[in-house]
């Protein structure tokens, strides 16, 4: 006897196969969902996705100064650095048409971009093209356009000035990102460290690391008891107590900050205490603010209930009766705690590690007004060249690096923790 | 078993208060010998976890001491007591896996590991979980979670194990297969268990004895039988199975027996003397529905008749509930043999032996 296996599809009532009348069914609540969350969506993308893609292009971008100075990079690209001391003819001479012939204000914009390669190329090239203006007006045609150069400024003659257009003769660079990192190309368009005097990032990504790393560690250590507190305390009391941990979410970051410098200060409130109590002589206040001190006391202030609050949501629906249970197993309370509760607490303490690390990585104003010289964040610099050198290529290699190690820690704690286990609320 | 020297926990006149001002648990005096199976009985908030809670360690007496094995125990830390414990909500570890779960006490206790291995699948093959050792409690069904507490409870085998409710979080058919299992776990290997429930039939199901609990105090401590058949006052009465009540005023005192006078003129009863004392006072009567039979009369003076208000068909017997005397809540189960042919709204009459009744307290 044969026996047929039916590999038919399954079909309704009325014939319609299964599937697709299920589709047909959830179609309608589909669109609806869909439709809900599309504001949010667009908002989304055009406030978060676009700023963050654009400034990730900005970050590679060097279009702009390849627009205005075209045949020069090309023929520049031709000098072979080993034989001739300085660039061929014909790099002078398309130099020359260009700053002759081009636009004023795109050579403007070209000449900022010149100036975070070298200082000098700024008013060097605003002079040359005055000169160079000069001689077009009078009809002149330069026998050697690079002995014209060098008449009008001696700096053409210096091939370092000519070195430096390595950093800016490709559309796409990875330049401002060496630059975030302290380096540059040299005369090969190699990778090598910048000249002492300019190093500063390297400096300021290991204190922004070091600063973040103990804020994180001050804030679990602050927040922990608290927030077990909060999670086992009757709810009377919990409510009050939680009412303290988000005050400070009530009040302007601006008003805590200060208020930290009027405690900190070398004349403020905590050094009087402790000169009145004579602990410390007049003379030996100790410098609390101003440096990396005030930025790890304020900011482990600010962002403590962002440790504390995924704490308290995992450490509440902790069932009491555990403790109890590992206890009446014959485990210590110090035992029962850490083989029990503590393990039971990780998803936690690595939402609210993460949290306050990427908080504080990124962290501006605080440090910005309490750091002083040497408690300055990376995001002071981003600020710096956001607003005064103009330099939007570098503030985007660096805000991508921010991305980047975010990104990092991000996979670094799916990978140990599992991102399904954290918890926010 | 009531000889103190050889109870194995023993309560001496426990209080228990948590703000100065009111009595969890009063006066509480439990002998509990080795090997038995009691049950605190009674509905929430009659202390009987409370006095659980003392006896493991996590709530201490306010007045009186607790004994195990003849000593007072109310000094020693929960971890040091050696009591083994069902949760209600079984309280097991939920990032360690079962196996890792039994092994915790044995762990703690510094047992060699291949000891612990031994110990723990014993454990696991008692609740018939074997090949469940890998999993995380979180896989499990809530009777299988069930039993790994149990067996946790267990396996660094206790002097005493505690049970708080330890079947309330499953449904009916689980639950009762659970109390077979448990009772039968205790049978095997013969440890003392203090069972705290508030499910009567769980109580009768498993128990050697039963302290029913109310208002902090220990309403009647006996064997299942007794305490259903002859309760000793109103509470234990009405907690324990179905229990139809009548109101009067006690006319005649006469040996173990009275005679009282049904509130409302409804006649007189003739009943057991056990609740009260002297002619005029104040009682309750308590008479179970089964010891109410129908249409047929008996020697002694207890004849009555009822109307029928509902009738519900329950298989294998039907339940009336009657207007007797005053009382349209009584309620009489007749066995279904096929001859029973009212209907609601229909006079039935009523009769039961004076040995059935019993004059309780109101």
């Not at chain 2, 396996?155 to 505690?162: A, I, K």
Request: charged share 20%; with cysteine; net charge neutral.
């Amino acid at each position: 006897m044969e026996v047929t296996i039916s590999t038919a599809e399954l079909l309704t009532t009325d014939g319609i196969p299964l599937r697709q009348s299920l589709r047909k069914a959830e179609r309608r609540n589909k669109i609806r969902a869909f439709l809900l969350v599309f504001p949010l969506l667009l908002f989304i993308i055009v406030t978060f996705v676009m700023p963050i893609g654009d400034m990730l292009l900005r970050s590679v971008d060097d279009s702009q100064i390849n627009s205005v100075f075209p045949n020069t990079f090309d023929e520049y690209k031709n000098w072979d650095k080993g034989a001739d001391e300085l660039p061929p003819e014909e790099v002078y001479k398309s130099l020359f048409f260009e700053l002759a012939n081009g636009d004023k204000r795109q050579i403007g914009k070209a000449l900022t971009r010149m100036n975070y390669a070298k200082s000098g190329w700024k008013s060097l090239i605003k002079k040359t093209t005055r000169e160079i203006k000069k001689i077009v007006k009078k009809g002149e045609e330069p026998v050697s356009y690079k002995e014209t150069f060098i008449k009008i400024n001696k700096f053409w003659g210096d091939p370092t000035y000519w070195y430096s257009f390595n950093q800016m003769v490709n559309d796409r660079s990875s330049i401002y990102y060496w630059n975030a990192l302290d380096r540059t190309f040299d005369e090969d368009g190699e990778v090598v460290l910048q000249d002492e005097k300019r190093r500063m990032y390297v400096k300021t990504w290991l204190r922004t690391f070091k600063v973040s790393v103990y804020v994180t560690i001050f804030c679990l250590i602050l927040g922990f008891p608290v927030a077990h507190l909060l999670a086992n305390l009757p709810l009377r009391y919990s409510n009050l107590l939680m009412i303290f941990v988000l005050l400070p979410f009530w009040t302007s970051l601006l008003v805590r900050t200060t208020a930290w410098i009027v405690m900190l200060q070398q004349n403020g409130v905590i050094n009087g205490i402790l000169v009145w109590l004579g602990v410390i002589s007049d003379d030996g206040r100790i410098q609390m603010v101003y440096n990396e001190t005030g930025t790890l006391i304020a900011m482990t202030q600010i962002l403590l209930p962002f440790m504390i609050l995924p704490l308290y949501s995992v450490m509440r629906v902790i069932p009491k009766s555990h403790m109890r249970a590992a206890q009446n197993l014959g485990a210590k309370p110090a035992t029962a705690f850490i083989r029990v509760y503590l393990p039971q607490t990780i998803p936690g303490i690595s939402a609210g590690g993460l949290l306050v690390f990427v908080l504080a990585i990124g962290y501006f104003i605080t440090p910005e007004l309490v750091g002083g010289k040497d408690g300055k964040l990376i995001g002071s610099w981003i600020a710096y060249h956001l607003k005064t050198t103009l330099n939007w290529g570098l503030c985007a290699a660096l805000g991508g690096i921010l991305l980047g190690i975010m990104l990092i820690f991000y996979w670094l704690y799916n990978k140990i923790v599992g991102i399904d286990n954290i918890k926010l609320g | 078993m009531n000889d103190t020297s050889q109870s194995f926990v023993k309560f001496e006149k426990i209080d228990k208060s948590y703000d100065g001002e009111v009595l969890v648990v009063k006066n509480l005096n439990l002998d509990i010998a080795k090997g038995e199976f009691v049950t605190m009985l009674g509905p929430s908030g009659s202390g009987k976890t409370t006095t659980l809670m003392m006896l493991a360690g996590f709530e201490t007496p306010t007045n009186g001491e607790i004994f195990l094995d003849t000593k007072p125990i109310s000094k020693i830390p929960p971890y040091e007591r050696e009591i083994g414990m069902v949760f209600q909500n079984y309280a097991l570890f939920p990032h360690m896996t079962v196996a890792e779960n039994l092994s915790f006490p044995l762990e703690v206790r510094k047992i060699s590991k291949p000891d612990i291995k031994e110990k723990v699948q014993k454990a696991l093959d008692m609740v018939e979980l074997g090949n469940f050792g890998t999993r995380f409690p979180a896989q499990l069904s809530g009777g299988q979670q069930q039993r790994v507490a149990l067996a946790r409870a267990l396996v660094f085998e206790p002097r005493l194990v505690l049970m708080d409710e330890p079947l309330g979080a499953l449904d009916k058919n689980l639950r009762e297969q659970m109390q077979y299992e448990i009772k039968h776990i205790h049978d095997r290997i013969g440890i003392t268990v203090v069972y705290v429930t508030h499910d009567q039939s769980e109580a009768l199901t498993m128990s050697n004895r039963i302290a029913v609990f109310n208002d902090g105090v220990v309403q009647q401590l006996s064997t299942p039988d007794i305490l259903y058949e002859k309760p000793e006052n109103s509470f234990v009465a009405k907690f324990i199975g179905e229990n139809n009540t009548l109101n009067g005023v006690v006319r005649e005192v006469n040996g173990s027996s009275c005679t009282v006078e049904l509130d409302g003129g409804f006649g007189m009863v003739k009943a057991l003397k056990i609740n009260v004392n002297e002619v005029g006072e104040k009682t309750q009567l308590s008479i179970r529905p089964e010891r109410v039979s129908i249409d047929n009369t008996t020697s002694d003076s207890n004849n009555f008749s009822g109307k029928i208000e509902e009738l519900i068909y329950l298989g294998d017997h039907i339940r009336a509930r009657l207007d007797v005397c005053g009382n349209n809540e009584f309620i009489v189960k007749v066995p279904n043999e096929g001859s029973f042919n009212h209907k609601e709204g229909d006079e039935l009459k009523l009769s039961w032996n004076s040995e059935d009744v019993r004059a309780l307290d109101l």
